[in-house]
């Protein structure tokens, strides 16, 4: 079993930053990808970001990209997820997740791609 706790939710204003951190336990991190997801009030959750076991490969989603860095340390069992120039629209919950992967270079998009889940971290930010 792995536990997932997020962290570094608040209440930013528009322009403003946060560093969301995303704590696992009870298995060998380096052998996950770890991604991030939000949800919006009346919205599907939807991807983020996602970073590889090795931490060679990031992805983005198109609304984050140049904004939001996704970044991990192995040796702490976490990975950050900064977010800069915060828009009213990146208000959400946000969710960190895991999955299992014997490959180093991998990620994943989707929402039924990750086997773990966090409870998430509330984002607001007021324009």
């Known amino acids: 079993q792995v536990h997932v706790l997020e962290s570094g939710g608040g209440l930013v204003q528009a322009g403003g930053s946060l560093r969301l951190s995303c704590l696992t336990s009870g298995r060998t991190f380096s052998d996950y990808v770890m991604g991030w997801f939000r949800q919006a009030p009346g919205k599907e959750r939807e991807f983020v970001a996602a970073i590889s076991r090795s931490a060679v490969t990031t992805s983005y989603a198109a609304s984050v990209k140049g904004r939001f860095t996704i970044s991990r340390d192995n040796a702490k069992n976490t990975v950050y997820l900064q977010l800069n120039s915060l828009k009213h629209e990146d208000t959400a919950v946000y969710y960190c997740?895991?999955?299992?992967?014997?490959?180093?270079?991998?990620?994943?998009?989707?929402?039924?791609?990750?086997?773990?889940w966090g409870q998430g971290t509330r984002v607001t930010v007021s324009s």
């Open positions: 997740a895991a999955r299992p992967t014997p490959i180093f270079s991998d990620t994943y998009y989707s929402v039924d791609d990750y086997n773990y």
